[in-house]
């Protein structure tokens, strides 16, 4: 497999460039690019057994990771793989995030009616069996947020990904839906929302063909995280 070159800055604008990959954030960024991973480590080995969001959560912070990866982040690597971008590395962790059945991603949302708000890197999202659904313990924290006009979607439900704007398909697949590798489109493409003013961690669907977001998760999903590589915390 070919491997693409990757662009090293100049030494002046190395500490700037660095600083803007460590602070990637999904909500003001437009995408991620390849360079991203040359600052962070992924957990090469998923962890098969079924976590629930705040369990794989503790799980990965106690195994010396930060979070999960942001969906922009997986998809990155997807469309990476699919387009034969990816050196090695990256090309055998793609293959398992292809082979696993959904990971949970470091991003929740709530619908509300005509509107869906994104909260990235959530925290105190625990798992209710008694009401059968996630639920915060004192506040939900989260590093930022995003909103979104669901004018026109399904009430609740699955939505087709050609039916969402492209700024929120940008936002959760880091391109546009014209813009996907065509190998991508084998695969179903949809997104499942619950209409419920609830906050629900995201993660991705559990069939092998199916590269679907899911909201409604109310079991758990394997686990793995990611982690700023040594020497490049600021």
Excluded at 64 to 92: I, Q, S
Aim: charged content about 35%.
């Amino acid at each position: 497999m070919k491997i693409p070159k990757i662009f090293i800055p100049e030494n002046k604008n190395l500490e700037n460039a660095t600083n803007k990959l460590l602070d990637y954030n999904p909500t003001k960024e437009s995408s991620v690019t390849l360079d991203h991973f040359n600052y962070f480590d992924i957990e090469p080995n998923i962890k098969y057994e079924w976590f629930g969001f705040d369990n794989s959560l503790k799980r990965l912070r106690k195994a010396g990771y930060e979070r999960h990866l942001y969906p922009g982040e997986y998809f990155e690597l997807v469309t990476g793989y699919m387009e034969e971008r990816l050196e090695n590395k990256l090309e055998t962790i793609c293959e398992k995030l292809l082979a696993t059945r959904g990971e949970w991603f470091s991003l929740a949302v709530k619908r509300e009616n005509n509107n869906l708000t994104f909260y990235t890197d959530p925290k105190n999202l625990k798992w209710d069996a008694e009401v059968c659904k996630y639920v915060t313990e004192d506040k939900l924290e989260y590093k930022s947020k995003l909103e979104f006009d669901a004018s026109g979607l399904s009430p609740d439900g699955w939505v087709d990904l050609k039916e969402l704007d492209d700024k929120l398909v940008q936002f959760l697949y880091n391109r546009k839906f014209e813009d996907l590798p065509p190998k991508m489109k084998d695969y179903e493409l949809k997104i499942f929302f619950i209409n419920d003013k609830s906050v629900w961690p995201l993660a991705r669907a559990d069939e092998h063909k199916m590269l679907c977001l899911f909201t409604g998760c109310t079991w758990g999903r394997p686990s793995r995280g990611i982690r700023q590589k040594p020497g490049n915390s600021k």
